[in-house]
């Protein structure tokens, strides 16, 4: 039987907006099964994004969703994860938005070891604003503001996340769909601070003018360079040349941060 | 029963009043000379089972604000100059969105670092226009401890009555300065909550205004699922371009303020029954403008003072109707020139409008005052 995506999809917002060829759809179903894996109560779930294409995506799911403003999304969601912290709060957004402008809060997020899983769309590039360079394009790639090829180095996001202080990292790909739902559940189901990386394609900013020919190239190259990191510690530094990892990167058990602030109100209070 | 009377300064008066109104969230940026506010609430909240969190910054602040105040919380945050300037986009986000909370800030030198310890009130036209897009504005302006602390109530009412961000406008020297406050007995003074839906999950529509133009506002994890966004939206919350849909939400949100001037308005008028002149003044400012008064009138001057306690919506109406009494209307702010802009605009060249500017950290005194009222007169 079909899986049924339908009942976690809300009424009438249908079509979304992404392009054809769009890796944040296959993003979205695996976000989407992995509630479901999680038995998540949407009435208890916070959807968080930014602002980006991959940022529209709360407005797609049944749930308390909130489209906050460009790289802030980390930072509403500890409102509301401070506040209410018996809410699962999961947070979605791009790679510009969640590590360019919106750095900062990701790695105080990562710090504090806050239970939210933060699902970062990587594409490598602003995909919104028509294709320009973010912090996760790699070096020498074209984009619209980079048309002799952009001299920035690039983000590796999981290291970022890891030394910041998060304490489950994992990446994934579109390529890969069928693992995106089990690395986000696995996230949910993490006590703390969760960054899950997927990386993505964008063919109409990106593609286009890294001469991709189709989508299905840049889907070739997802699964091409990906490799498990299970495979990763029996290859040589030279096998891995071009490769990125992918899997489940980093695990450790922290204090969470709400917990520890309900160890102030106890303090606090006297008891 | 005696009254609970305490020696407090102005930015603890804020964090008190704050917590009778049922403030139980607070976020912020450490920055002088807001940090007291801070410091009380961090002490204060997690003995009532409240939140307090410091922030990676300012923006932190704000964003988290705002997401806690849709979880059903009364949130507030206290910042200065540069941390204001910091906020302002998010500060918009909260009036499209429609959602309460309370910012203060305290008011310093500047622009940009300036004199952080030194008093300014050089914000008052950013809190009305500081953040970018049509939108309404409710700015408070108290002038004492007292003052601060109901002020503060009232803030947290009018955020909560109008579904919107309130500004609390202090500047250094009513922050920091001590003075006796009565703290008000539990149920003495109005608390207002937002109002929250009656229709099912399943009709809620977060922007609905058809009952009235301050829609009901669902608690996120209490059973509705609604979607909140910064982008221009139909009444179900949802993104729209459809030019009809967005020219009414933002008409509506400014209306739902100017509509009600009567109720979000409120001065203070000393002694203008028969004033030629008459300052306006605000903050710690109306403190010294109150002695020239005192001293005008003994000198046979017919010298009045009106004081707003809500700056925004600027008091046009009553503003217009001085402007035909007094020969003058002589503004002492600690800035160059802004709410003086104001007076002028308003009184249409109907009476002489003078300005008394300073800012070079230190208060306009009572003689600066006496000495401008002689010279316009
Ligand atoms: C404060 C602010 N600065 C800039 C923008 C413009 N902007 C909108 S989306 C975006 C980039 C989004 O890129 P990413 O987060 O990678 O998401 P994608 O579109 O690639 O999915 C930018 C720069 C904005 N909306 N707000
Ligand atoms: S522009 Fe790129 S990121 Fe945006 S929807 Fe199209 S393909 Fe996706
Ligand atoms: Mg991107």
Redesign the pocket.
Known sequence: MAYDYEKSIRPGKLPHIWCPGCG?GIIMKGLIRAMDTCNLDRNNTAVVSG?????RLPGYLDACTLHT??GRAAAFATGVKMAKPEMTVLVV?????GTA?GGNHFIHACRRNIDMTYII?N?S?????GGQF?PCTPTGALASTTVYGNPDPTFDIAKLAIGAGATFVARGTAYHAAQIDKLIAEGIQHKGLAVIEILDD?PTTYGRRNKFRSVIDMMKRLKDIAVPVAAAAKMTPEQLEGKVLTGVLHKEERPEYTEQYAEVIKRAQGV | MAKKVALMQGNEACAQGALYAGCDFFAGYPITPSTEVAEVLSIELPKIGGKFIQMEDEIGATAALIGAALTGAKALDSTSGPGMSLKQ?LLGYACIAEIPCVIVNVQRGGPSTGMPTGPGQSDMQQAMWGTHGDHAAIVLTPASCQEIYEETVRAFNLAEKYRMPVQIQLDEICAHMRERVTLAEPGELEIINREKPSVSPADYKPYDATKGMVPPLATYGSGYRFHVTGLNKAADGFPTTKAELVDAEERRQIDKVMFNLADIQKNEEYLLDDAEVILFAYGSTSRSARYAVNELRKEGVKAGMFRPLTMWPFPDDRVAELSKQAKAIVCPEMNLGQMVREVQRVAQGRCTVAHIGRVDGEPINPGQIIDKVKEVL
């Open positions: 944040h602002i980006g294409c991959a940022s403003a460009h957004g791009g790679d510009g938005d402008i769309m594409n590039i602003y995909g919104m604003t973010s964008c | 986009e």
